[in-house]
Every structure is written in structure tokens, then in C-alpha cells.
């Protein structure tokens, strides 16, 4: 590591950490699910032999199943205050475990109820099976609905992820909105919770009607309210390092977003082949009245086309999202920890974080810095260290480890550290801050993985 300036910090400014909302959203969401089994509790006597308790098994998964689905949508509707107090990356985390637990209670539901009815009726389950899709009402939608949740599923599994384009796999799990609208009918036609209980049925359509209107406000009218009123555009685009350009977006009173460093938006740009497109890349400056600042580095189609972007395409944006914001800090003491083209939110933040800031910024060669001598100019501004973590000669990565860590950062368990990187490197540093004694509530991490 090399220090390429030391110096005295930034005067003390207030800082008011800004909570994470995770526990409070968590705990509500499994109340939602205790308040959907009570329906089930309040509307059932008694379970009698087996073919009943198929039947009950079934009925609370295809409850749990309904309410997971209103879940799983609801999280991904970019609702800025899930987006920006707990964190984008956490919430699509939950948003994959939500889909992984539908998956689950529609197999046990579909096979519980089937297996339920069958008992029930001394029939075969195939004979069973085909009475249901084919006589029951609102089922043959319903099949249709389950078909689709299944082919969202499988084409999320890693193996198949990492085999399609991230296009594919989006416009494939858009078609969820269509699955659960399918689903929903037969929810409230055969489930028994619902049947004449107008409490239940209205508590129902509270959540599925709720989440519609989340999806529809923050997902369509917000962005389209946004994009009118600012009118975004290309204004330059700018080498920063080999395969690492900087755009610069012009647009009107861009200070009424509300962005803030460290943040990211989601960008479309409106140019041939890259308008089906939406993707995240970070604030890598300040955002100002009349522009804001992305840096990109070219890892496949969408990245690499945006060198050849050209002044005056427009662009149409989605956010501010993340929670990577100064309003998380705990204290006066901060370190930035950046590897490759993390480097993009921490570099705003490096400008703008109060107090006492040190960056330290990992990349193979001196000739992968991107942003090199802003930061250093920043440094100089305002007082603060940076210093690089760079391959040895013969390619030997820097180890960064908690004593590493400790002997470089004196006071290492009293700073707050903010890491931007890719997965493998921010979970070593992650266990080698945690190793070296600093809190958790202190590491702050945005994953560039969504
Ligand atoms: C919150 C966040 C902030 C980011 N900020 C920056 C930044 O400031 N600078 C930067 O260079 N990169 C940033 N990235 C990463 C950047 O979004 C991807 O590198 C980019 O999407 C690659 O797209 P591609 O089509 O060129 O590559 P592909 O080859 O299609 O994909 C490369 C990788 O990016 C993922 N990816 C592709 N499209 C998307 C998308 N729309 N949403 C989420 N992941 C996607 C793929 O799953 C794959 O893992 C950020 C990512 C996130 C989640």
C-alpha cells in the first residue's frame, strides 16, 4: 500500500447514524404471515383423519403461498424507503428468498390439497388432479399462473442465471405480475377462509390492491414523472482508464431528486441497442443542479457500448436508490474501501463524507486506477489519505488482512468502513474489518450484484 497523501482531517461535523428500517420491515412482514395462518386458525373447527389434515396442510400452504406472492412483488416495487433504509442489494436478497419460499409452499400446497381431495373422494390423484384444473372455478387461469411461477423459478436458479443473459432472465421474471394475477382469482373463489367472510376477503384485497399500487406508482408513474420533469441527456462521455468511461448526464433541476453520493440510478439510454436495457451504475460524483456523473467499466454489451455513447442521447432514469449514504456513519472516523470500479460511489462519498475520511483503493496496476487524480485532489482539498492497494511486480495480490488493516488504520474498530467491490474481495474485508475489532453496525457495504 502507498500513501500518496497524509495530512490533517476535515473539522467534526453532526452526525445523526440514520437506522436501518431491516428489522422493523422484517418483523412486520412475519406478522403478515401469522395474521394469513390465523385466517386458516379462525375459520376451521377441527381437522378430522387424514384426508383433513392434507386438506388443512394445504390450505395454509396455498395461504402462505398467496401472501409470499404479494411479498415478492411488493419488495421489488422500488419503494425508495425500503430501497434507500435497508438497502437495494438486501432487499432483492429478500425479494430471492421470498421467491424461493413461493416455489416451495405452491409444490406442498398443490401436492396437500390434491392428496387431501383424493382421500377425501377415494379417487386416483390423477383423476383428481384433472377435476380440479378442468371443473373447478377459476383453475384452469390458476394452472396457467402456477406453469409460469415455476418457469420464473427455475430460469432464477444460479446455474441457469449464469447461463442466460440478464435480459432474458428479467423480461422472464417480469411475467411474475402475470402469474399472480392469473393465481389470484382462485384464491378468493375456492379458498374457505374467504368464503362469505367479507374481513378476510377484504384484508385480501387490501394486500393484493396494495402492492398493485406500489408497483404501478414507483415502478411506472414515478419514473415517468421524473423523466419529463427532468429531461436527461448526454452531455459528454470521457476515458477514465482502459475500458472505464465517465458519462456525464445533463438535465433540469436535478437537485429535487434528492440524490445523494453515493447513491445509484438505474439508466436506460435511449440509443440503438441499448434502450431495452435498465441498468444500475453508481453517483461517481456529487450530484449537481444541472448534471450528474456516472463511471462505467465495460464487462459485457450494455457497459462497453456506453464508451461510444454519443452528446445529446437521451436518457431515462430510475431512482436515487441505495443506502451506501453518509447518513449511516456512527461517528466522525470513516474509511473507504474500494476495489475496481467500486471505486464509483466511494469516490463521491470520499468528497462529501464529514469528518475524518481515508480511502484506500484496490486495483491490479497503476494503470487500473480509474479516477486517479480527482481523488488526489480531493485528498489535497480536504486533508484526507488515500492510498492504493496495487499487484506486486509479478502480479502478487496485496494481502489485506485484519493486521494488515490494523497496522495501516490506528484506530481501525473506531471508524466506520464503507466497501464497494466485487462479492469475493468485500467478504474477505468484510471478515478481516470484523476480525480487527470493528462493530458490525459499522461496515457499511453496497454489493454490485443485484
Ligand atoms: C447498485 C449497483 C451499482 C452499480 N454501479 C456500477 C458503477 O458505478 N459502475 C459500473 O461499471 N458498474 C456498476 N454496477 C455493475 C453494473 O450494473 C454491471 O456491471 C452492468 O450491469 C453490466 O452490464 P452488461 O450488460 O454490460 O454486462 P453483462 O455481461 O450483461 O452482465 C455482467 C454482470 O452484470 C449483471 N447485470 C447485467 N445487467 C444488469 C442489470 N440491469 N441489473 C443488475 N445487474 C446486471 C449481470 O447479471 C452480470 O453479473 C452496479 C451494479 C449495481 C447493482
Not at 436501518?20 to 401469522?34: F, K
Not at 443506502?323 to 474501501?337: E, F, N, P, V
Not at 489535497?380 to 494488515?404: C, F, K, M
Request: glycine share 10%; hydrophobic share 50%.
Amino acid at each position: 500500500m502507498t500513501t500518496v497523501d497524509a495530512g490533517r482531517a476535515a473539522p467534526p461535523l453532526p452526525l445523526t447514524a440514520r437506522r436501518s428500517l431491516a428489522g422493523p420491515v422484517l418483523a412486520v412482514l412475519w406478522a403478515g404471515a401469522a395474521a394469513v395462518v390465523a385466517l386458516w386458525w379462525a375459520d376451521t373447527d377441527a381437522v378430522v383423519g387424514a384426508a383433513g389434515r392434507l386438506t388443512g396442510a394445504g390450505r395454509i400452504a396455498g395461504l402462505l403461498c398467496g401472501y409470499a406472492c404479494a411479498v415478492l412483488v411488493g419488495l421489488m416495487a422500488r419503494v425508495p424507503l425500503l430501497e434507500v433504509r435497508i438497502g437495494s442489494d438486501r432487499v432483492a436478497r429478500w425479494h430471492a428468498m421470498a421467491g424461493r419460499y413461493t416455489v416451495c409452499l405452491l409444490v406442498a400446497h398443490i401436492v396437500l390439497i390434491l392428496a387431501g381431495y383424493a382421500a377425501q373422494d377415494r379417487a386416483s390423484l390423477w383423476h383428481e388432479t384433472v377435476t380440479v384444473v378442468l371443473d373447478y372455478p377459476e383453475m384452469l387461469k390458476a394452472t396457467a399462473g402456477t406453469v409460469i411461477l415455476f418457469a420464473v423459478g427455475v430460469t432464477s436458479v444460479r446455474a441457469a442465471r449464469r447461463r442466460t443473459s440478464h435480459e432474458f432472465w428479467y423480461y422472464v421474471h417480469l411475467l411474475t405480475y402475470a402469474a399472480v394475477f392469473l393465481a389470484f382469482g382462485h384464491q378468493l373463489a375456492l379458498g374457505e377462509e374467504f368464503n362469505g367472510k367479507p374481513v378476510a376477503t377484504a384484508f385480501w384485497y387490501a394486500l393484493y390492491l396494495g402492492v398493485a399500487a406500489l408497483v404501478l406508482w414507483f415502478r411506472v408513474l414515478a419514473p415517468v414523472r421524473l423523466n419529463r420533469r427532468h429531461r436527461l441527456r448526454v452531455e459528454s462521455v470521457h476515458r477514465e482508464a482502459p475500458g472505464v468511461y465517465s458519462v456525464v448526464v445533463h438535465g433540469r433541476r436535478l437537485d429535487e431528486l434528492g440524490a445523494r453520493p453515493g447513491q445509484f440510478f438505474r439508466w436506460r439510454f435511449l440509443a440503438e441497442g441499448m434502450s431495452w436495457t435498465s441498468t444500475p451504475y453508481s453517483l461517481s460524483a456529487p450530484p449537481r443542479p444541472d448534471r450528474m456523473r456516472i463511471t462505467v467499466k465495460a464487462l459485457g454489451d450494455h457497459s462497453a457500448a456506453v464508451a461510444l455513447l454519443r452528446p445529446g442521447t437521451r436518457v431515462w432514469a430510475e431512482g436515487p436508490y441505495g443506502s451506501l449514504t453518509a447518513d449511516r456513519a456512527t461517528g466522525q472516523r470513516s474509511l473507504l474501501i474500494a476495489a475496481g470500479v467500486g471505486i464509483t460511489p466511494l469516490r463521491a462519498l470520499f468528497e462529501t463524507l464529514p469528518g475524518e475520511v481515508t480511502l484506500l483503493y484496490r486495483a491490479r496496476g497503476a494503470e487500473d486506477l480509474a479516477l486517479g487524480g480527482e481523488l488526489e485532489a480531493i485528498a489535497r482539498r480536504r486533508g484526507a489519505r488515500v492510498l492504493y492497494a496495487l499487484n506486486g511486480p509479478h502480479g502478487e495480490r496485496p494481502s489485506i488482512t485484519a493486521q494488515s488493516l490494523q497496522a495501516t488504520f490506528p484506530g481501525l474498530a473506531g471508524h466506520d468502513v464503507y466497501i464497494c467491490g466485487p462479492h469475493g474481495f468485500a467478504q474477505d474485508v468484510y471478515g478481516a474489518l470484523r476480525a480487527a475489532g470493528v462493530a458490525d453496525r459499522r461496515i457499511h457495504h453496497e454489493s454490485f450484484e443485484l
